[in-house]
């Protein structure tokens, strides 16, 4: 069994953490939203379908549909027919949405190199790490029962 005390703090700093980075985001002036920020950069490599999207996001479809139609709206990707599966579509960014995706990613990278210009390398990696492994277990957790 763990130790109660450090999970009870573990989750005192989750929930800061999580007002925290609210607070942030409301006082920044990014070009995109959260989640269309998130979906462009899981197709920086290329081509997905919907599903592949809502598989790597761990959301549902319909979840990923009604933002990637949000998105193509706002000319930040396009669709194509998937030529392995003509029933699906696989959807790229378009010219507008690369610019605006890296650029955010530029922006916020930044930020953090400044936020963290104290930390040690070798911190950061290990923040890094910890954090990968702790959205991996909320990732799993999401559909357990409260």
């Given at each position: 069994?763990?130790?109660?005390?450090?999970?009870?703090?573990?989750?005192?700093?989750l929930?800061?953490?999580?007002r925290?980075l609210?607070?942030?985001?409301?006082?920044?002036?990014?070009?995109?939203?959260?989640a269309?920020?998130?979906?462009?950069?899981?197709?920086?490599?290329?081509?997905?379908?919907?599903?592949?999207?809502?598989?790597?996001?761990?959301?549902?479809?319909?979840?990923?549909?009604?933002?990637?139609?949000?998105?193509?709206k706002?000319?930040?990707?396009i669709?194509?027919?998937?030529?392995?599966?003509?029933?699906?579509?696989?959807?790229?960014?378009?010219?507008?949405?690369c610019?605006?995706?890296?650029?955010?990613?530029?922006?916020?990278?930044?930020?953090?190199?400044r936020?963290?210009?104290?930390?040690?390398?070798?911190?950061?990696?290990?923040?890094?790490?910890?954090?990968?492994?702790?959205?991996?277990?909320?990732?799993?957790?999401?559909?357990?029962?409260?």
């Open positions: 069994m763990r130790e109660t005390d450090s999970i009870s703090r573990l989750e005192y700093q929930a800061n953490l999580a925290t609210e607070a942030i985001n409301r006082r920044r002036k990014y070009p995109l939203e959260r269309h920020y998130l979906l462009l950069l899981h197709l920086r490599k290329g081509a997905l379908s919907v599903g592949e999207l809502a598989a790597k996001l761990a959301l549902d479809n319909s979840t990923v549909t009604r933002q990637l139609n949000a998105m193509e706002r000319g930040l990707i669709k194509r027919p998937n030529p392995a599966d003509g029933r699906s579509a696989l959807i790229e960014r378009t010219k507008e949405g610019q605006l995706a890296e650029a955010m990613h530029d922006q916020r990278t930044q930020r953090i190199e936020m963290l210009e104290n930390w040690t390398q070798e911190d950061i990696e290990t923040c890094s790490k910890l954090t990968a492994r702790l959205t991996d277990a909320l990732n799993r957790s999401m559909d357990e029962p409260d």
